[in-house]
C-alpha cells in the first residue's frame, strides 16, 4: 500500500541549532501534506497544511518563522525547526493526501529531542 | 481549529469482551470523520471512516456510529484482542481536508 516516509525518525541536538525533518510520499503524488506535533501523553496538533509549489498555511498559535515548511515537489515536504529550545522537543508525524485518489496516509513520526 | 474532544481518556477490557470508545465534536460543518489507532511511538494508524451522510458503518470488528443531532460518535470494537490495546483518536475533517484530532482514550485489553 502507499507509504509515507519520515526521515529521521529520531533526531538529537543541541538547543540554538535547527533541524531538518522530511515527509515523503513513496509511491503517490501528494499535493497537500499536513505537519503535526504531539506531546506524550496527549493527541496530535496540527501545525500546518502544506501545499506544493505554495506557501504552507499555518494553524493559529503555530509561528511561521520558527517552523519553516517547504513542499517544493510533489513527492516531498521538510518542516525545519529554527532555533531548536527544549520545549520543542515532541514527535512530529507528517500526512499525505494522494493526488489521485484524495486518500490520507500518515508518516511514522520523528522524535526531536532538543538538549 | 475544531474542538474534537473523548469522554473517557482511560479503558480496560477484558479480552474478548465488546469495547466502546466515545468522541464528542463541536463543528456541526464537519463533514468526515476517522477513527485511528495509535500505537507507542508510532504514527496513526487508519481503522475507520463515515461520512456525515450515514450514522453507521461498519468494518471487520469495528463499527463507527455517528449522531449528528449530538455531535457524538463511537467506536465499537468486537471481542477486544490484545493487539487492540493502543490509543484511540476520533479526528473530524473539514472541507479542506484538514484533520483536528481529540484528545485520545487509551485502551488496555487485559487477558
Known amino acids: 500500500g502507499a507509504v509515507v516516509s519520515q526521515h529521521p525518525s529520531r533526531v538529537i541536538c543541541k538547543s540554538g541549532t535547527s533541524v531538518k525533518i522530511e515527509c515523503r510520499s513513496l509511491?503517490?503524488?501528494?499535493?497537500?501534506m499536513f505537519w503535526y506535533r504531539q506531546f506524550p501523553k496527549q493527541s496530535l496538533m496540527l501545525m500546518a497544511t502544506?501545499?506544493?509549489?505554495?506557501?504552507?498555511?499555518?494553524e493559529q498559535g503555530v509561528e511561521k518563522d520558527k517552523f519553516l515548511i517547504n513542499h517544493a515537489s510533489l513527492t516531498l515536504s521538510t518542516l525545519t525547526v529554527t532555533s531548536a529550545h527544549p520545549e520543542d522537543s515532541s514527535f512530529y508525524i507528517c500526512?499525505?493526501?494522494?493526488?489521485?485518489?484524495?486518500?490520507?496516509?500518515f508518516g511514522e513520526g520523528s522524535r526531536l529531542t532538543v538538549l | 481549529g475544531e474542538s474534537v474532544g473523548l469522554h473517557l481518556p482511560t479503558l480496560s477490557v477484558q479480552e474478548g469482551d465488546n469495547s466502546i470508545i466515545n468522541c464528542a465534536y463541536s463543528?456541526?460543518?464537519?463533514?468526515?470523520f476517522i477513527w485511528y489507532k495509535q500505537e507507542s511511538g508510532k504514527g496513526p494508524q487508519f481503522i475507520i471512516d463515515?461520512?456525515?451522510?450515514?450514522d453507521k458503518r461498519q468494518g471487520q470488528r469495528v463499527t463507527v456510529l455517528l449522531n449528528k443531532t449530538v455531535k457524538h460518535l463511537s467506536l465499537q470494537i468486537a471481542a477486544t484482542q490484545p493487539g487492540d490495546s493502543a490509543v484511540y483518536f476520533c479526528?473530524?475533517?473539514?472541507?479542506?481536508?484538514?484533520?483536528?484530532f481529540g484528545t485520545g482514550t487509551s485502551l488496555t485489553v487485559i487477558p
Open positions: 479526528a473530524e475533517a473539514n472541507t479542506g481536508n484538514q484533520f483536528y
Open positions: 463515515i461520512r456525515s451522510n450515514m
Open positions: 509511491d503517490f503524488q501528494a499535493t497537500t
Open positions: 463543528n456541526s460543518a464537519s463533514d468526515y
Open positions: 502544506s501545499n506544493e509549489g505554495s506557501k504552507a498555511t499555518y
Open positions: 500526512s499525505a493526501i494522494a493526488t489521485n485518489t484524495g486518500e490520507l496516509f
